[in-house]
């Protein structure tokens, strides 16, 4: 790096035994340009015009500048314009130390030359008050500002480590490189920050969509603390979310070097900077939180921190913070990307805790629902009544965890019993709790010994003075006399009984309107000598109107084939055998209604 490029003594056009002063100063605006300097112009435009990336961008000039001023320390530093500091965004020659150091406006030689605006030249360093003893082996220096439409950026710099080593030339060049790299240089981070904005944007996107996908409130900020750090390279980050009240700021994720902070701390909107922004309504950039009387000491590494609140439907809900261990870590741009993706946090936030509610009330709903469906088995009869001459089999399968069937068998004593099959409007809860309400209507007239059609036009007029919109319910009810073999039915809007005799299938025809619906309605009833070897199958609307996958329905057809099919073999076989018949029918689809069959075979 020490060696004298071949180029370093060509003729620039300046003539005489420059002889360098203490300090020299130079006015760009006047500057000469001689037939050499526009070459070597043109070749520096050829240079800078071919790339976009600073940092290629900022290496070519240092080779540039090489090929006609011979150096061996070399940087370039860019202005921060929100803390008004001088920071080397490139070098050469020079040690960590000197790397890491911030140069304020005024301080040291380049501080002195982004200050005034003007290029200086030292032939003697220790001589000027200006210099800033950063290496003790530098002897000369020279800086020229770095101004693009009349602002400033920064300064190009290069210090020697022998006296007198720069000439006014070598200004004069300098500052000729200094002209045309300062709006190069903001072309290139003009381009770069349209890059990061179109790769934040992108980030953005993927984080919005990813958020939606989430649901459970702990895995969200976890995630959220994760994708976060693809746009901004915290060291700490917590998420706090307001109380019910929304007086308390409560932690419900930490994140700190690495590892997930467990701690939940609670602090009051009153208090803190994180307090600040809820009462504020507004982004909270603390430069350095030392400086900050509002700072609540919470990890002593912190120096610079920034909170975002979090909006939903005009309230805050909770905020965003970020902690770094550098002073003035966060700037404006990191600002606007929290803000954007802020939002779509909050919405998340919410939509999971819902969620939350949605899934606690369905539990609870699960747990209601299992409990009326204990009570509503337990409101069932047992076991079918017991008789000489005939036997009787049911089965039940609600569509849900409660249906809307109802059935009953009611001791109606001198070997009598009758048999009730009833389907409810709608399914349930709300369909079990009126079928409830039927069957305890039912029992407490039970001891009347009714007619079936005496029953059902009692449970009609029942019904009316209860009173339910849109409820009602169909029935069949049956009076078998074991005595005389006689089954006496009455219908109100219900399945139609079959009766299979001798192989052979028959549809009992009887009909009226459902309960309920009606005021002063009458039923007629049928009376049914059977016979021995018959089989009699009542059935709720759920078994004939059962589909398969291409919408097909069971159907009468195949109800009374397979009550033929298995006519000679115990009611409870039978009732089986149609239940089985019925779900290899449907194939694996879901049931949408209740499927209760009632059997009765004469012996």
């Known amino acids: ?58 290496n070519r000039t240092s080779e540039l500048v090489r090929a006609v001023i011979n150096y061996r320390i070399f940087a370039i530093f860019l202005l921060n314009d929100r803390t008004h500091e001088l920071r080397m965004r490139f070098q050469i020659g020079h040690t960590p130390e000197v790397q890491r150091m911030r140069f304020p406006l005024g301080k040291g030689v380049v501080g002195q030359v982004a200050l005034t605006r003007q290029p200086m030249l030292l032939n003697d360093v220790s001589q000027s008050p200006a210099y800033f003893n950063a290496n003790p082996d530098v002897k000369s220096e ?79 900020l976890e995630r959220v603390g994760n994708l976060l750090r693809r746009l901004i ?9 307001l109380d019910d009240k929304g007086e308390v700021l409560v932690t419900r994720y930490a994140w700190r070097f690495g590892y997930t902070h467990a701690p939940r701390r609670k602090i009051p909107v009153t208090a803190g900077l994180v307090g600040a922004a809820v009462r504020e309504w507004r982004v909270i950039n603390a430069m350095d939180v030392r400086k900050d009387p509002r700072y609540l000491e919470m990890n002593p590494e912190t120096r610079s921190e920034m909170i975002v609140p979090l909006f939903y439907k005009g309230r805050v809900i909770g905020v965003l913070d970020l902690e770094h261990t550098r002073t003035g870590f966060f700037n404006e741009e990191h600002e606007r990307m929290l803000v954007t993706l802020g939002a779509q946090v909050a919405i998340a936030i919410e939509n999971a805790r819902l969620y939350q509610r949605v899934r606690r009330q369905e539990q609870q709903l699960e747990r209601d629902i299992t409990m009326a469906r204990e009570v509503q088995l337990r409101l069932l009869p047992p076991d079918p009544p017991q008789h000489t001459n005939a036997e009787v089999a049911v089965r039940f399968l609600p569509a849900r965890a409660i249906g809307g069937d109802l059935y009953d068998f009611l001791e109606y004593g ?73 089954l006496t039915v009455a219908n109100s809007g219900a399945v139609q009984p079959i009766i299979c005799r001798g192989g052979k299938s028959t549809t009992v025809r009887v009909e ?92």
Not at 28 to 48: F, I, K, M, S, W
Request: aromatic share 6%; proline share 4%.
């Open 1 to 58: 790096m020490s060696s004298e490029p071949k180029n370093s003594h060509v003729d620039h056009g300046f003539e005489g035994d420059y002889r360098p002063a203490e300090m020299s100063r130079i006015d760009p605006v006047n500057v000469r340009v001689e037939p050499a300097d526009l070459t070597y112009l043109v070749q520096l435009a050829d240079a800078l015009n071919t790339t976009l990336d600073l940092q290629t961008l900022l």
């Open 414 to 486: 001198d070997s009598r019993s009758a048999i009730v099959l009833g389907d409810v409007s709608g399914k349930a809860a709300p369909a079990a709790l009126f079928a409830a309400l039927v069957s305890g209507i039912m029992r407490s007239a039970a001891n009347q010994r009714f007619g079936p059609a005496e029953m059902l036009e009692h449970l009609n007029e029942s019904l009316q003075e209860r009173r339910l919109d849109s409820q009602y319910v169909t029935m069949l009810f049956a009076l078998w006399n074991d005595d005389e073999r006689t």
């Open 142 to 220: 020279l800086a020229v500002p770095l101004i693009a439409k009349n602002r400033l950026i920064g300064v190009i710099d290069i210090e020697s480590e022998e006296l007198n080593h720069f000439r006014p030339e070598h200004l004069h060049l300098l500052t000729l490189t200094a002209s045309r790299i300062a709006q190069a240089i903001e072309n290139a981070r003009l381009y770069a920050r349209v890059s990061r904005q179109a790769q934040t944007l992108t980030v953005l996107n993927e984080i919005a969509i990813e958020l939606t996908s989430i649901l459970d409130l702990d895995p969200l």
């Open 233 to 241: 390279d915290y060291q700490m980050f917590t998420v706090m979310l």
């Open 512 to 603: 009226g309107f459902p309960l309920g619906m009606f005021p002063e309605a009458s039923y007629d009833e049928q009376v049914i000598a059977t016979e021995p070897g018959d089989a009699i199958v009542f059935v709720s609307d759920g078994i004939l109107d059962a589909e398969n996958a291409h919408g097909d329905m069971y159907g009468e057809e195949k109800l009374a084939r397979v009550l033929c099919g298995n006519r000679d073999r115990p009611a409870g076989e039978i009732a089986e055998a149609i239940l089985q018949d019925v779900s290899k029918f449907q194939a694996g689809k879901e049931r949408f209604d209740d499927e209760t069959i009632i059997v009765v075979r004469v012996r």
